[in-house]
């Protein structure tokens, strides 16, 4: 059995104590008047990221100005109030990137978990407790992020402009979404999906775990069925969190690719980071029969589910920007001249390199290669979702900074203390898994 480490929670608490005080000062120096807000503005000389791009045509400016400003048709917002409501949700939109991030990891893992389960895979069950391990964060991680949304409901912050109301007062857009896009509404729905994942794994958990002590495989197959339901579940609401969470920030736009494409961001950082904790794992002595095949297969899934994210962010990106519908083309624009090094560094960092690298069938079995690679790949889907966020709610007064940094050392500390606690409470060996002995004898 893994005994969590000193050193482990030296790391992760000081991670936390470190991302509390960046994320506190970004609270705490966050303008909390329009005077304040003018204040800083010229304390920096005004240097906007956006404020002197021009554009490339009249509509395009019309609708960038619209839609980063959260403004309406009847609802002026002057320049002033606009760059206050930026500057104001720089620290919450900070603390909602890394606490989405952290919690889509672990639900991605549960994800895979499942697929493994279902698929009565014969390769991965020496992996499950360290799967079993990543997935404990889901439960601290969605109380986390359904706190972030309720407080967004009451109007602490304007990361969601669709809950103000008058906004949609003078908004025809929103107004015609509003059936939908609607407060208790979105928080039913967030109880909904949170419920059906932790519930999920809660007994996922507990069929594993008692199929060690069994005399026959019932757990197992009760593990089985349960996973092929939960799938059929989680890809209906996994799509549906997509446009809650992330895509209605920006609620004048929509992509019927959305879903898809954040299923395959999360699923790759899940599975990245299964494969950096197996290999710490191992180099401290422990899953011992997990060998270079083992390995190889978590970097195929890292390569292809990366090809596979490319595949959809350019599906959705050259239909849009090839259509040049003013209400689509938007998106992308604000994303590119506003945020030209975390739009492009995103590109490299989750295709080009993870593609060069681990496209080598030897490189597969490199561990320090692997590891390398999963953290270039988890840094680039942080600024995935930072890129998903950050435009929509700060507009063009970004930079990454002690907010934006305390909010991943934060979620750091707190996903490596929670993953390594759960680790360290069962063997990580599932001795009744009908299925390991194959998974232990894994060669190709």
Excluded at 109 to 114: D, G, R
Aim: contains cysteine; aromatic residues 18%; glycine residues 6%.
């Amino acid at each position: 059995m893994y005994t969590i480490t000193k050193n482990i929670k030296i790391v992760s608490f000081t991670l936390m104590a470190i991302g509390f005080i960046g994320l506190f000062y970004g609270f705490y120096t966050a303008p909390h008047s329009i005077e304040e807000s003018n204040a800083i503005v010229a304390s920096y000389g005004d240097h906007g990221h956006s404020s002197n791009h021009g554009s490339d045509s009249d509509y395009q400016n019309n609708s960038h100005h619209k839609e980063n400003s959260h403004e309406s048709e009847g609802h002026e917002v002057s320049h002033e109030e606009h760059v206050y409501h930026q500057l104001s949700n720089r620290p919450w939109s900070a603390l909602y990137v890394a606490a989405l991030f952290f919690f889509l990891i672990s639900l991605g893992t549960l994800a895979f978990y499942a697929i493994q389960r279902a698929s009565q895979a014969g390769w991965s069950p020496i992996l499950f407790r360290v799967m079993e391990g990543i997935t404990g964060y889901l439960l601290p991680g969605s109380i986390i992020v359904f706190v972030i949304l309720v407080l967004c409901t009451m109007h602490l912050n304007h990361l969601f402009v669709w809950m103000d109301p008058e906004v949609v007062a003078h908004d025809k857009i929103i107004q015609a979404k509003s059936g939908y896009l609607d407060s208790k509404f979105f928080l039913a729905r967030a109880i909904f999906y949170l419920l059906g994942w932790n519930i999920y794994r809660f007994f996922s958990r507990k069929f594993s775990l008692a199929q060690d002590k069994a005399n026959d495989i019932s757990n197992h197959k009760k593990n089985f069925q349960l996973s092929a339901g939960f799938l059929a579940f989680f890809i209906v609401t996994e799509s549906m969190m997509s446009w809650d969470w992330i895509m209605s920030v920006d609620p004048h736009w929509f992509s019927t690719l959305f879903g898809w494409y954040v299923f395959a961001s999360m699923f790759v950082s899940g599975i990245t980071m299964i494969a950096l904790i197996t290999i710490y794992l191992k180099s401290q002595g422990y899953l011992e029969k997990v060998n270079n095949n083992h390995m190889h297969d978590l970097a195929k899934f890292m390569f292809g589910v990366s090809v596979f994210w490319a595949y959809l962010w350019f599906s959705q990106f050259m239909l849009i920007w090839y259509a040049n519908i003013p209400e689509e083309v938007t998106y992308f624009v604000t994303r590119i001249e506003d945020y030209p090094l975390p739009f492009w560094g995103m590109l490299v960092t989750n295709l080009i390199f993870p593609f060069f690298v681990l496209m080598n069938s030897d490189y597969k079995r490199v561990n320090w290669l692997i590891v390398m690679t999963g953290i270039v790949i988890l840094f680039g889907h942080y600024l995935d979702f930072y890129n998903m966020i950050m435009p929509a709610t700060v507009g063009d007064q970004w930079y990454i900074g002690v907010p934006e940094i305390g909010g991943i050392m934060f979620f750091t500390g707190l996903f490596i203390y929670v993953v390594f606690n759960t680790i360290s409470k069962v063997s990580l060996e599932p001795s009744g898994d009908p299925l390991l002995k194959e998974s232990e004898k894994f060669v190709y």
